[in-house]
């Protein structure tokens, strides 16, 4: 049982490049989150899915696109990267299944844009 | 909208010593309260939770009580160990809703 699980665990980007993260969950959550994480800004929510086929809006959503084409996996795209997309990138996953409301995080991808 | 608000840090201590990280929250009804601790190049974990006012939540030493008068989640724990450096995040949730929202986080540096 791996939890949650994020690729690439690096990456440096030029400005204008794209690229995808994945994240995946083996526990069969419906629930996944891709997180930003900024110095003295905390988390912040960018997308999240209620279920396979769905996405919503989180708190900072522009520059980024996710898809959730399948249960286990929860893809956050960069279509034309920005030195502010600099970041730290979590991905989490829950259940409502347990009424425990517990979210499991990925180790976390580390991008650089240049 | 809803809020939480961490004491800033680094909060800086000895071992054995006491460790109280201030949280307070601002919400229209009454959600469930978190806190989640992040090790250094790790994602973060739940650490602890309450569901209700006056509930406690424990784990590892570590203690929350909530309190509805105060609207306030403070995290404490008599004796710290360098183990515990690390970034402790307070998180609020309604019941029926999909998000949590976080504080900004409180680093925690424990020195020998």
């Known amino acids: 049982n791996a939890g949650v699980t994020q690729t690439p665990k690096f990456r440096v980007l030029k400005t204008g490049q794209s690229m995808t993260l994945l994240c995946a969950q083996d526990?069969?959550?419906?629930?996944m989150y891709w997180y930003r994480q900024d110095p003295g800004m905390g988390l912040r929510l960018i997308h999240y899915?209620?279920?396979?086929?769905?996405?919503a809006k989180g708190e900072v959503p522009d520059g980024y696109n996710v898809s959730r084409l399948k249960k286990q996996n929860f893809l956050l795209g960069l279509e034309s990267a920005a030195p502010s997309q600099t970041s730290v990138y979590f991905c989490?996953?829950?259940?409502?299944?347990?009424?425990?409301?517990?979210?499991?995080f990925g180790p976390g991808t580390r991008l650089t844009v240049l | 909208g809803d809020s939480v608000t961490q004491m800033e840090g680094p909060v800086t201590l000895s071992e054995e010593a006491f460790l109280t990280i201030n949280c307070t929250y601002t919400a229209t009804g009454y959600p469930s309260l978190f806190w989640y601790v992040q090790y250094p190049g790790e994602g973060l974990q739940l650490l602890l939770k309450a569901t209700k006012a006056d509930d406690k939540g424990s784990n590892k030493g570590f203690e929350a009580t909530y309190r509805k008068e105060t609207t306030s989640f403070h995290l404490e724990k008599g004796s710290v160990q360098v183990s515990d450096s690390a970034v402790y995040f307070c998180?609020?949730?309604?019941?029926?809703?999909?998000?949590?929202?976080f504080g900004k986080g409180t680093m925690l540096l424990v020195s020998p």
């Open positions: 998180a609020l949730l309604y019941s029926g809703y999909s998000t949590l929202t």
């Open positions: 989490a996953s829950t259940t409502r299944r347990d009424s425990t409301d517990t979210q499991y």
């Open positions: 899915s209620v279920g396979e086929g769905t996405t």
């Open positions: 526990m069969n959550h419906e629930y």
